[in-house]
């Protein structure tokens, strides 16, 4: 089996500074443990055009290499396909008609968290099945027999979370995040997961998903997001975050890679250099405040 990293960027706009010291973090951990680094475009959502070239430009320029070609999920709904026919095949699949404001009216099911999908769906009889058949197009549901499931993360330690009767495809036909995820990482050989820590809610689902295709489970680590001002995640309106915007205020990128760097207690002038002194155990815990430009 081979040993990869990955970054996966949507491309659904410029990346960031958050964005950027994300993946020159999950370099960091790929390379510091000889394994390989792979780039994926996560494609399925929200594409815009130019964005991937933009991306993987903007990349580049803070010294984030990857191996092989970029590969795009869209190119890939052959291997989703596969995977969710191989869980129905296990009876591990449902068919859901619900819309969005139904799920929120629902009553949640007893000791259900917030925002857990109420199984609504789950007990069609053929009668009830062949209507709703009639009236829209179903998405795909997990027949989940768990209510939760914890992973181990190498920041976070033991981590448990919930795990509801998740869509693997939505209704419009396209494949969901957290199947396709779970599909790619195990298809490319990739064992470490290195992303914010904003989607560690969902890794349980992810991980759970992997054990019932019977494909491996990454080893995982959240790193802490970085922040504005007043804590709140950074996006495009805390003013200059992207490479373009930075560069026209004096920050070129290779200022950025240093800024970066410094805010992880690594040595400055290369990722190459950083390599040396870079050890998770050592990682800082909390977000990072970006310090504006
Ligand atoms: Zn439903």
């Excluded at 209507?131 to 499931?149: D, Y």
Aim: glycine share 8%.
């Amino acid at each position: 089996m081979t040993h990869a990293g990955r970054f996966a960027p949507s491309p659904s706009g410029e990346l960031h500074v958050g964005n950027l010291r994300t993946a020159i973090l999950a370099w960091l951990f790929a390379r510091s443990t000889g394994r390989r680094f792979l780039l994926r475009v996560e494609d399925l959502d929200r594409a815009r055009a130019g964005a991937e070239a933009a991306q993987l430009r903007d990349l580049a320029a803070v010294g984030v290499t990857w191996d092989g070609g970029v590969v795009r999920q869209t190119d890939r709904e052959p291997l989703y396909t596969a995977a969710i026919g191989e869980l129905a095949a296990a009876g591990l699949t449902y068919e859901c008609f619900c819309t969005r404001r139904e799920i929120q009216e629902a009553p949640s099911a007893p000791h259900a968290p917030q925002g857990a999908y109420p199984g609504t769906c789950r007990g069609l009889s053929a009668a009830e099945l062949e209507f709703k058949r009639s009236t829209r197009p179903a998405a795909i549901r997990l027949r989940s027999s768990v209510a939760e499931w914890t992973v181990e993360d190498m920041l976070h330690g033991s981590f448990t979370g919930v795990v509801d009767d998740f869509v693997l495809r939505r209704n419009d036909g396209v494949t969901a995040y957290n199947l396709a995820v779970v599909v790619d990482d195990a298809e490319q050989g990739i064992d470490q997961v290195v992303r914010g820590d904003d989607l560690l809610p969902s890794t349980p689902r992810q991980a759970y998903l992997a054990s019932l295709l019977n494909m491996p489970v990454p080893e995982y680590a959240h790193v802490p997001l970085v922040v504005n001002a007043d804590g709140a995640r950074l996006a495009k309106r805390d003013g200059a975050v992207t490479l373009g915007d930075l560069a026209a205020v004096g920050h070129p990128a290779e200022a950025v890679q240093r800024t970066i760097l410094q805010s992880l207690g690594l040595p400055g002038d290369s990722l190459e250099a950083a390599l040396e002194g870079f050890s998770p155990a050592r990682l800082p815990r909390e977000p990072w405040v970006w310090p504006g430009a």
